[in-house]
């Protein structure tokens, strides 16, 4: 298959190296000329649990040139959907597959202006990647890729796209209901990430915290019943199931938040599309939302006053 990943930052250089490796013609798009640079001049460098491999996949600066993929996969950030789908739309034909793995909400709803239901593809990524420089990953620990078609006359597609992602040596479960695990992977994010965020601490930390438990349920509650208004079921007790497996240093314990990393690298996050947006939608339903509030409250606080943060017992003494 013609693949392109658009957006190509710590999880799009992961996916693009595994389907390069298995034989797929794959182009890296981003927008970050060093790190495009780096790639074509030096491979892609990966670090996983056997070492450091370098991987000649080629990279490109948006925009996409006008060669039709046969499919395109977005790993962008939520605040960049729009933007990176226009950026890549010479890559959309009227047949290309249009697949995102992204975290939050909303964008499904981007993505519909460059391809129909039946072509586009929608759900998760449970990867803990993390970006090292220009042109290096860190791909530890394991991980499960669910997704499904926006619409039932796309499950051919999904299927195809799931076997490809399979023989590459990423799991890869097709569902018939992508918006389950949409909504099941912005439960774990509204939680992990920006916890995780706010205490500035890797994930296996958390089970240091022994009222964990309550934290995440006052956080769960609401967005299950901001789903259950949508039309979406979130099961309460097995995301947080899914959330204290990952405390194990083998499973992503020792990884860093990817709302964490935007934070310490002076980047966006995505708490518009995360606790944000379940608040936002709590309100339009007349639903209370105060933990995700409070949450996108301080994650905002955060992106504002990171620079001025203490760092020292003697920050600012006289």
Known sequence: MKIVIAGSGAMGCRY???????????????????????????????TDESGTRVVPVPAMLFPAPGVPADLVIVFAKATGTAAVAAAAAGAIGPATLLLTLQNGLGNIEALRAHAPDERLL??????????????????????????????????AAAGLAGAA????????????????????KVAFNCVMNTVCSIGSIPVSALARYDDFDALALSVLGEIAAVADAEGVAVDTAAALRVMKAQFDPSASGSHLASMLQDLMNGRPTEIAQL??????????HGIEAPANALIARLIRLLEATWSQRVTSLHHGAQ
Do not use: K, Q
């Open 16 to 46: 693009g190296a595994a389907l390069f490796e298995s034989g797929h013609e794959v182009t890296l798009l981003d927008g970050w000329a060093e790190h495009v640079a780096a790639i074509n001049e030096r491979g892609l460098r990966v």
């Open 275 to 284: 606790n944000g947006a379940i608040a936002e939608r709590a309100a339009r």
């Open 122 to 155: 929608a759900g998760v990524s449970m990867y803990g990647t993390e970006l090292v420089g220009p042109g290096h990953i860190t791909a530890l620990g394991s991980g499960e890729t669910v997704f499904g078609p926006v619409s039932p006359s796309g499950a």
């Open 165 to 184: 992602l399979n023989a590459a040596g990423i799991p890869t479960r097709v569902t018939a209901d992508a918006m389950e695990v949409i909504w099941a």
